[in-house]
């Protein structure tokens, strides 16, 4: 065979098998998600995507609010590191949505404010300042202050809003409230304070004007 034909050839195949190399190493898609309900072994917790909530394992590494950045394939989650790498983890199971099942009460939104705190996250104790939310929910008696309303705070409430809540006393060192959504789905609200209303008194103050004062009488003037 001729030499400059035996040369072509190779080319070509080295040419295609690196364009077949290079398609093989197209960069996975990844999803937003959180971290939550770790258990205290760490072996199990709760991946909440937007639309699902898998209970996964191997989860040693992660923290409670850690968000993810987050893949599904077969009968795994591929949860990609901040090295590029990935945690392999197997899906122990589905969490069902118990929105429809469950009883709540009505409440409104009657004002917000901006806040900022301290987020730990990484097997090294990194921190990070990270912004947030802080809404005030009058319920039927109480008032409630909460943030960090679902996955990357998506949860966003305005003034005079009407919501439906629930919550849940389960851990009380950690207690939570849930606001339902259209999508039958819930967003979770970490709860930072509340107050109770007196019966048949408005947590709203006052802003009714003092009395006037009753004018001066007149000085009486002599002939």
């Not at 987020?119 to 912004?131: I, K, L, M, Q, S």
């Amino acid at each position: 065979m001729n030499p400059w034909t035996i040369s072509r050839t190779a080319l070509f195949i080295f040419l295609m098998t690196t364009m077949a190399a290079g398609a093989d190493k197209t960069p996975p898609s990844y999803q937003k998600g959180t971290i939550v309900n770790i258990s205290s072994d760490h072996a199990s917790c709760e991946l909440e995507g937007i639309g699902i909530r898998k209970l996964i394992s191997n989860c040693s590494n992660f923290q409670s609010g850690q968000p993810v950045d987050y893949r599904l394939k077969d009968d795994r989650v591929y949860i990609r590191r901040e090295s590029g790498k990935e945690y392999k983890c197997s899906i122990e199971g589905t969490i069902e949505n118990v929105a429809d099942k469950t009883t709540y009460q009505q409440g409104t939104i009657k004002g917000w404010e901006k806040g900022t705190d301290i987020y730990w996250v990484g097997a090294h104790g990194e921190t990070f300042p990270r912004d947030k939310t802080v809404y005030e929910l009058k319920g039927t008696d109480t008032v409630y202050l909460i943030d960090y309303c679902g996955s990357f705070q998506a949860g966003k409430f305005s003034l005079g809003q009407t919501v439906n809540y629930r919550v849940d006393e389960t851990d009380k060192d950690d207690r939570r409230l849930y606001i339902s959504r259209d999508n039958g789905q819930e967003y979770k609200c970490k709860i930072e304070g509340q107050k109770m209303l007196e019966r048949g008194k408005s947590d709203v103050p006052s802003t009714a004007p003092a009395p006037a004062a009753p004018p001066a009488s007149a000085p009486s003037v002599q002939p």
